[in-house]
Structures are given as structure tokens and as C-alpha cells.
């Protein structure tokens, strides 16, 4: 079956340390992926996409992926962190068996302190 | 351009009651969808459609309709609403040839009590 694992409920981290956020999938074929990221009460918004072609894809607000087929990962990462990145991540896969939607991992909530 | 506005923001409901969450988006997308938010588990996917005229049901449709007759507006009906149905409700878009970006509302807060 399809899906989508976001293994950390929360992950914790001091404001100007690199952040780590994981995704791994299981899709047949050539992954889309996508991270999104959720603010307090507000919509999903989109972070950065791989589609194909370089490893590493580079987001909005100094976000990067590094998408790794031989893992099934698709890991989510900022090199410092800020106060501000606090929220609530969700990372997808498109579903192969109908490319019109996702497929999403539980979230992951990033707690950065000052 | 206003992007994805959902209406109401919130709502509490009484068990049995119906009601119509909207959804308009301003992007001229060919794609729209409901997602239900519950904790802990991620984004479900109730309703999607491809275009006016056109809809399909996604892995949780069960006491939910919806209709699409513009290509601008898609909203969701709760009829005979139950305590299960509690949850947060983005409407999403997305254009034609774009890679599956979704472009999401800002939500409706929804409780039956």
C-alpha cells in the first residue's frame, strides 16, 4: 500500500541549530514529494516539491529536502533555525494510482526555542 | 488575488443539524478538494473534483456531499451531522498542469455537540 511516514510526533530544537524533520515513503515507481508547512489556525501552505532531476531541493524561508531512493526518504532540513519556524509539518507523496491526489504523513510539530 | 476563502471560520453544530461549508477559489483551477484535519492523523480526503460538473469521493465521504457547478466554488454538505464529524476543513486547489501543488483554504473549525 501507499503511504507516507512522518516518524516523530514533535521534534525539538534550540533556535540556530540545524533542524531535521523525516518523511519516508512507499511508492511504486518515481516519487512526488512535498512538504507543506501549517501555521496556528491557518491552511497548508507549500514548502518545496521534488519531482526528479538534483537530490537536494531547495524552499521557501531557507527550507531544503534531500531525496534519497535507495532510503525511501525525503527528509526535511534548515541549516538554523528560528523562533518563527515553530509549526506544524506535513510531507506527501503523490498517489500513483490516481497522480490527481496526495497522500499525506501525520505531521510533524517543530518546536524551536530561543 | 484572494487564493482559497472558506466560509464560515467556525461553527458548532447540534447532532442532526445540516449545514453547507463554502469554498471559492479565485485561480481559475480545474482542481479542487475537502480535507478533514483530525489530530494525529494527518489530512483525510473526503470529496475531490476535476472540473465543473465533475466529483468523486476520496477515503472518507461517508455523511458528506458535495457539488461542483462552477469552476470557482465547491462546497461541502454535512447532512444530519454527528459528534464523528467534528474536525478542521480545508478546501484545496490546484491548476491543470501544475505537479499536484495544492494551493489550501484557511479553514473551518467545525464541532457537533
Known amino acids: 500500500a501507499q503511504s507516507v511516514a512522518q516518524p516523530e510526533d514533535q521534534v525539538n530544537v534550540a533556535e540556530g541549530n540545524p533542524l531535521t524533520v523525516k518523511c519516508t515513503y512507499s511508492v511504486s515507481g518515481n516519487p512526488y514529494l512535498f512538504w507543506y508547512v501549517q501555521y496556528p489556525n491557518r491552511g497548508l501552505q507549500f514548502l518545496l516539491k521534488y519531482i526528479t532531476g538534483d537530490n537536494l531541493v531547495k524552499g521557501s524561508y531557507g527550507f531544503e529536502a534531500e531525496f534519497n531512493k535507495s532510503q525511501t526518504s525525503f527528509h526535511l532540513k534548515k541549516p538554523s533555525a528560528l523562533v518563527s519556524d515553530s509549526a506544524l509539518y506535513f510531507c506527501a507523496v503523490r498517489d500513483m494510482r490516481n497522480t490527481d491526489k496526495l497522500i499525506f504523513g501525520t505531521g510533524t510539530r517543530l518546536q524551536v526555542f530561543p | 488575488n484572494a487564493g482559497v476563502t472558506q466560509t464560515p471560520k467556525f461553527r458548532i453544530l447540534k447532532i442532526g443539524q445540516s449545514m453547507t461549508l463554502q469554498c471559492t477559489q479565485d485561480?481559475?483551477?480545474?482542481?479542487m478538494y475537502w480535507y478533514r484535519q483530525d489530530p494525529g492523523m494527518g489530512l483525510k480526503l473526503i470529496y475531490y473534483?476535476?472540473?465543473?460538473?465533475?466529483?468523486d469521493k476520496g477515503e472518507v465521504p461517508n455523511g458528506y456531499n458535495v457539488s461542483r457547478s462552477t469552476t470557482e466554488d465547491f462546497p461541502l454538505r454535512l447532512e444530519l451531522a454527528a459528534p464523528s464529524q467534528t474536525s478542521v476543513y480545508f478546501c484545496?486547489?490546484?491548476?491543470?498542469?501544475?505537479?499536484?501543488?495544492?494551493?489550501f483554504g484557511p479553514g473551518t473549525r467545525l464541532t457537533v455537540l
Open positions: 485561480m481559475n483551477h480545474n482542481y
Open positions: 484545496a486547489s490546484k491548476p491543470l498542469l501544475n505537479y499536484n501543488e495544492q494551493f
Open positions: 473534483s476535476v472540473g465543473a460538473g465533475i466529483t
